[in-house]
């Protein structure tokens, strides 16, 4: 016979498919035996028909097509014979879905089977339709299968629950026909027909709420019953799973009795002593015990409450987490991450476990016990927990070490008592896994540092002593830099020593080593950066290393960073040039007010800013607050709203530069030293001198009660006119030229006082530009250019032009 001839065995086939060598000799010999079948079903040869089907499921589970089989599939389910019909419906389980609509021929065919004399063959229609049974199928199967529910013979029953199970998900709106039958099957003797009604009740419970109030009325009592039974039934071999009772029964059941209970005080009643044995009495040594306790645990934490169970389902969850096997400790993690939020005491006296999982060998073990340990802190244990993770934060893995930072950090910032210990504890986390620590928590840290005035010489001196033993770690330098950048003259006179502390002895010059080495050490742009400005302020500060310092600014002069070179370049015109501002330059910042920063972090600027205290925050120096910063809102140095921060934690340009603007602005009669500083940041922002104060025209400009747009409109048309005038002016060098200039012109208009400029003037010429903005038109400056002949001649063919950059 030729061995790819339609009568070819099924052995036959898989032999020789399994000796091709190549994926071509595989793709050819299925051709070829394809070819066959198909040509034996065009001849519709009947003698090997269910052999050819055979073959075409095992081509199919290789990957090929074999659509051109599913008529046979159909003609076989309709032979009379049992053997026909069982390769049939295989078929039509194995190469036809639920969307398939060749399915819609088959359903009078499974009809006819579903009422057969012959029970096997009942059974077969049952298990097709069980798999591929369509919303369609099922409205129209639905009355044979619920007439099955009561058949003589268990192994027909138990398929029948099974193919109710698939119709209630096609179509809900047949649950009401299932629900007697499915309770009359929780009195079955039989564990298989036991099994599968109970999991009919639970998917009926699922998608019919009055399937879950009657079977809550009618079998709660006679679920407990079933539950109690098995659990006290005695030893069955043909149940017992490693010396227990029918595991599988076990968990349905629970898994039952958590959809009755779940919200229903009653039920719960009546199931916490059964749940209680359960509990008790399960051997927790096998497997198949843990998984009915775990099924146990799972009920009761989410039946109604019973403050016993509970404690008794989290004692059993901590002897998961002392088991050798990991899933089962993994699974038991899982759990408690839910138990914690009904009863967190319970989960508390696991404290010490959870911390040994932290630092278990198995990644998935230690994020999981993270996560929980998290959740675990409250007031009363920050501290002991926090010292348990941070000593483990020295020595564990470098790939987990970026998870317990940011679960470590988070826990201080929450829950830290006193900011000593707040600080303190940074520290050592900057110190064990700076490079891990985002950029926002240093950024916090050294708000709240800049708050804790008591605090300044303690902090530089222990960031001191940090970065000696831990100079590798880029975020701790950077604030190590910052703070001996402000306080260094603390660091190094020993000032605000707390009881206790051990002095250290630090010269100008080592002070100034920290710095250099930093910004020789480091690569990173901004902890370079931060570096130049620490060497700046401690310039002032350090008068015996003042060249020195300037030395090391210098070589950045060259610097291919243009960052660093523009800075390295601005800071030493400010060592060498100007000494009468530098004092005034690198004052101490002001503290930040920690709740702008808090709620700047959180995407928001609240209405009313207090500190952490509670108590609103007074401005340095006893200024009022004033409500419009419009020179910050002009640099887009606020948030996108207009609200302007308060002038102590808010204005950070203020901060950067050491010069308090707000005096200035909310009292312009203040003293002289005031408003000099602030013509100083004017002049700094090439703004140019404000014009004179006589009158009222500053604080028409700044005003709290002028329209915040109206100011903003007014400071970009000075920032525009000054920009034109820096053609011929001499303020090109921001850093030369401080001296006082006259006022310049000014031009009403609406109310509001724009200045003008002198654009260009010579000994025979002076441009003059005047500038507008529209209040209905605020995109659009207009500005008016004045031409004056200064010389007794006479101009004809006057051209005027000027240069506009693109922005």
Partial sequence: ?????????????????????????????????????????????????????????????????????????????????????????????????????????????????????????????????????????????APEVERLLQFRDPNIRKKAALCSIRIIKKVPDLAENFVNPAAALLKEKHHGVLLTGVQLCTDLCKVSKEALEHLRKKCTDGLVRVLKDVVNSSYSPEYDVSGIADPFLHIRLLKLSCVLGQGDADSSDTMNDILAQVATKTESKKNAGNAILYECVATIMSIEDNGGLRVLAVNILGKFLSSRDNNIRYVALNMLMK????????????????????????????????????????????????????????????????????????????????????????????????????????????????????????????????????????????????????????????????????????????????????IRCHSDLPTRSMCLIALLKLSSHFSSCSQRINNIILHYKRSLVLELQQRAIEFNSIIEKHHNIRSALVERMPALDEATYSSRRAGSVPAAVSTSEGAPLNPPNGVSKHTSSALVDLLDLTSDDITAPSSS????????????????????????????????????????????????????????NQDNKNSLDMLDTLTSAQASSLVGSSMIDLLDGFGASSSVPVAEKNGLTLPSIVAFESSSLRVTFKFLKQPENPETALIEAQFFNKSPNIYSDFTFQAAVPKV
């Fill in 649 to 704: 934690g808010g204005d950070f340009l203020q901060d950067l530069l050491g010069v308090d603007q707000s005096p200035a602005l909310s009292h312009p009669g203040t003293n002289q030293t005031q408003k000099s500083s602030n013509d100083v940041l004017l002049d700094l922002l090439s703004i140019g001198t404000p014009p004179a104060q006589s009158g009222s025209s500053t604080n028409n400009m700044l005003s709290p």
């Fill in 339 to 518: 138990a914690i939020a009904l009863d967190s005491q319970a989960v508390q006296r696991h404290r010490t476990t959870l911390l040994e999982c932290v630092k278990d060998s198995d990644a998935s073990i230690r994020k999981r016990a993270l996560d929980l340990v998290y959740l675990l802190v409250n007031e009363s244990n920050v501290k002991s927990l926090t010292k348990e993770l941070i000593d483990y934060l020295e020595v564990c893995d470098s790939e987990f070490k970026g998870d317990l930072t940011a679960k470590i950090c988070s826990v201080v910032e929450k829950f830290s008592p006193e900011k000593i210990w707040y600080i303190d504890q940074m520290l050592k986390i900057l110190s064990a896994a700076g490079n891990h620590v985002k950029e926002e928590v240093w950024h916090a840290l050294i708000v709240v540092i800049t708050n804790a005035s008591n605090l300044h010489g303690y902090t530089v001196r222990s960031l001191y002593r940090a970065v000696q033993t831990a100079g590798e770690q880029e975020t701790l330098v950077r604030v190590a830099v910052w703070c001996i950048g402000e306080y260094g003259e603390m660091l190094v006179n020993n000032a605000g020593m707390l009881a206790g502390e051990n002095p250290i002895t630090v010269t100008e010059s080592e002070a100034v080593d920290v710095v250099e080495t930093a």
């Fill in 1 to 141: 016979m030729n061995p790819f001839s339609s009568g070819t065995r099924l052995r036959d086939m898989i032999r020789a498919i399994r000796a091709c060598k190549t994926a071509a000799e595989e793709r050819a010999v299925v051709r070829k035996e394809c070819a066959a079948i198909r040509a034996a079903i065009s001849e519709n040869d009947q003698d090997y028909s269910h052999r050819n089907l055979a073959k075409l499921m095992f081509i199919h589970m290789l990957g090929y097509p074999t659509h051109f089989g599913q008529m046979e599939c159909l003609k076989l389910i309709a032979s009379p014979g049992f053997p026909e019909k069982r390769i049939g419906y295989l078929g039509l389980m194995l190469l036809l879905d639920e969307r398939q609509e060749v399915l819609m021929l088959v359903t009078n065919s499974i009809k006819q089977d579903l009422n057969h004399t012959n029970q096997y063959i009942a059974g077969l229609a049952l298990c097709a339709l069980g798999n591929i049974c369509s919303a369609e199928m099922a409205r129209d199967l």
